[in-house]
Nanobody
Framework: QVQLVESGGGLVEAGGSLRLSCAAS????????MGWYRQAPGKQRVLVAL???????TYADSVKGRFTISRNNAKNTVYLQINSLKPDDTAVYYC???????????????WGQGPQVTVSS
């Protein structure tokens, strides 16, 4: 299986920056994609940014130009650089990995615990 360990959340003033990290470990054969989702209180979990194995990225419209996703394939780690934070960015941010584990032929989705990001106005 795959374990995802996140770090980097916290309380930040509006306009500030944060960097989230997520390291994947376990019986990993291949990671096809890693991404970040967020869930604000009372709302559904939504995609923030995604990076696939060839480096292509996708962003939610609300974060384009402010958030940058990157990946260190050698370390099975994904990062989310968050700049120009707004109070609306307050949410739990979940790391997600689509990976194939040893002994399997299909990919499964794995989730981290989710660090809280709180932006004060």
């Amino acid at each position: 299986q795959v374990q995802l360990v996140e770090s980097g959340g916290g309380l930040v003033e509006a306009g500030g920056s944060l960097r989230l990290s997520c390291a994947a470990s376990g019986s990993i054969f291949r990671i096809d994609a890693m991404g970040w989702y967020r869930q604000a209180p009372g709302k559904q979990r939504v995609l923030v940014a995604l990076i696939i194995s060839d480096g292509r990225t996708t962003y939610a419209d609300s974060v384009k130009g402010r958030f940058t996703i990157s990946r260190n394939n050698a370390k099975n780690t994904v990062y989310l650089q968050i700049n120009s934070l707004k109070p609306d960015d307050t949410a739990v941010y979940y790391c997600e990995a689509t990976a194939v584990v040893l002994g399997q032929v299909y990919a499964s989705t794995y989730w981290g615990q989710g660090p809280q990001v709180t932006v004060s106005s």
